[in-house]
Nanobody
């Protein structure tokens, strides 16, 4: 059974940084597409960043230059978030597709959430002005 567990959320002031982690068990993250998504209250879930098995990466326009997605050999996915803004406030989810049929940019498009097959429970990020 695949399990994803996020950690690292919290409250920061505008301009601050946080690093989210996603520990994965039951599957090898290097074999699929891994991604970070977020959902603010009253809004749709949206793709933030994704990485595939070849290391190709896609970012949503609203985080380019500020967020960095990465993986390590301990089956953990990361999201380094710098220069955080109040509009980044949301619950952040780690997700995976271990049988991908699309290229990685699809996972940060509006269809991205529907492509993911496994989800964590989320971690809350709050950015104050």
């Amino acid at each position: 059974q695949v399990q994803l567990r996020e950690s690292g959320g919290g409250s920061v002031q505008s301009g601050g940084s946080l690093r989210l982690s996603c520990a994965v068990s039951g599957a090898d993250i290097s074999t699929g597409v891994m991604g970070w998504f977020r959902q603010a209250p009253g809004k749709e879930r949206e793709g933030v960043a994704a990485i595939d098995s070849d290391g190709e990466i896609s970012y949503a326009d609203f985080v380019k230059g500020r967020f960095t997605i990465s993986e390590d050999n301990a089956n953990t996915l990361y999201l380094q978030m710098n220069n955080l803004k109040p509009e980044d406030t949301a619950t952040y989810y780690c997700a995976a597709d271990f049988a991908p049929t699309r290229r990685v940019p699809s996972y940060t498009s509006e269809w991205g959430p529907a492509l993911m097959r496994n989800w964590g429970k989320g971690t809350l990020v709050t950015v104050s002005s």
